[in-house]
């Protein structure tokens, strides 16, 4: 049950909730605010939701407030993140859609609209302190897909379609109101300048360690696909950095999602209630300027498997350039001037590896069913005191189980077996 919310909370999530309270009509000193915790086990990695009910007589309104960790470690990794997700709501995607609302498009046109509400968003730096204040999806039968399990192919689909309409969006903007567009262009890459707060070179271990016991995952006599992920062992982190470029990009570089798999979207479903019908795209804590294909690959490598991929990889990304041509057509633009497939293809070609690099860092996560799941503050504080001590052979204690082991080694080197075929690496 919903609890009266202690008077303790803190200044700047109060400030928060009473300018959403004044802005939704609620009556100073009347509503009275209730809250409950807002996550399930294993929803969210990098912090913590409030569930607020906003009341007054006989009129409701339920937010989720999202939070920084408590823990003081994971606060400050988390802090540019939030920062990232605040800039997000509050600029980057109003932008977009504002474009998209001048189009006045025809009321039969798709749009992008695949963003939950957010009521309040604010970052504050220098006192650690940040809250952003959104609908709650699951109020109108929105749920996330088993994170354990490969997505299948309508589930694939429908965000091949929602990525291709919001990267159409940029492609319009950069092209048609260039002066608006500088805005995105500053959107670099939020995991760069965590990596400069990161004097230890903990993550470039920590990534070294993932690569390893990806190359495990390979048959022992598999010396070709072994070789290939030796040479790029030491320097996955370059790698990351390299893909998220968003210069390396040009002159492609969109705003992304940036953060992919399937904890990170919500779907609503048909009658049959397996039926997808309707996606939002949730916790844009990595968005960034850079390459179209990041969102893509990032996706596909984690959230569906092999065998999915054998069949349906190629439709899948012609399902995505399909949607990107029709909205940016739909938006005033033209995709074999802005855009054209043979572009598509060499971005591919150029960034395809960073769905793999990736899948070594949350494949393990992706594997652990949510019972399985270790404490976040746990794991993470074990694994940065394993730094601190000089073991370079620390690791996140994730897909370690022996279920969690099992699903890793088939999903993790059918990953490597897929990227080397494609030509990616």
Not at 110 to 121: G, L
Request: glycine fraction near 6%; charged fraction near 25%.
């Amino acid at each position: 049950m919903p609890e009266l919310l202690a008077t303790s909370l803190p200044e700047y999530i109060a400030a928060g909730l009473k300018e959403v309270a004044q802005e939704q009509g609620f009556t100073e000193g009347l509503y009275r605010l209730e809250s409950e915790s807002g996550s399930n086990m294993g929803d969210g990695f990098v912090g913590q939701l409030l569930k607020v009910f906003i009341r007054e007589a006989d009129r409701e309104l339920v937010v989720l407030c999202k939070l920084l960790p408590e823990s003081e470690m994971r606060k400050q990794q988390g802090i540019p993140l939030f920062d990232r997700e605040t800039e997000a709501y509050m600029q980057i995607l109003p932008l977009l859609t504002k474009f998209q609302d001048e189009k006045a498009l025809a009321k039969h046109l798709p749009r992008f609209d695949n963003v939950p509400r957010c009521y309040y968003a604010k970052t504050t730096l220098d006192k650690m302190e940040s809250v952003i204040i959104m609908e709650d999806l699951r109020l109108q039968a929105y749920r996330m897909w088993d994170k354990a399990n490969p997505v299948d192919f309508e589930h694939a689909r429908l965000l091949m379609v929602t990525l291709g309409r919001l990267h159409a969006l940029s492609f319009a903007i950069k092209d048609q109101q260039p002066e608006e567009f500088a805005k995105c262009r500053a959107f670099e890459d939020p995991m760069g300048k965590m990596l400069e707060l990161d004097p230890t070179k903990g993550f470039e271990v920590m990534m070294a360690g993932m690569c390893r016991r990806a190359i495990e995952t390979l048959d022992q006599h598999d010396n070709f696909r072994r070789e290939k992920l030796k040479q790029i062992q030491d320097r996955c982190v370059q790698e990351i950095v390299a893909c998220t470029d968003g210069k390396a990009a040009e002159p492609y570089a969109i705003v992304g999602h940036g953060d992919c798999w399937s904890n990170n979207m919500m779907f609503q479903y048909a009658e049959d209630n397996k039926t997808p019908s309707n996606i939002k795209l949730i916790d844009w804590q990595l968005s960034r300027y850079g390459s179209p294909v990041l969102d893509l690959v990032y996706f596909i490598f984690n959230c569906t498997d092999e065998e999915m991929r054998s069949h349906s990889y190629q439709r899948l990304l012609s399902i995505y350039y399909h949607s990107l041509s029709e909205h940016l057509h739909n938006l005033g633009g033209d995709v074999e001037r802005q855009y054209p497939r043979i572009a598509f293809r060499e971005q591919l070609k150029k960034f395809g590896r960073y769905g793999l690099v990736m899948s070594m860092m949350v494949l393990p996560i992706i594997c652990t069913p949510n019972d399985e799941l270790p404490d976040t503050d746990t794991a993470m504080e074990g694994f940065m005191n394993d730094m601190t001590n000089g073991n370079t052979n620390a690791e996140l204690a994730y897909g370690t189980t022996e279920k969690a082991a099992i699903r890793y080694r088939k999903r993790m080197s059918g990953c490597i077996r897929d990227t080397i075929r494609y030509g990616y690496i």
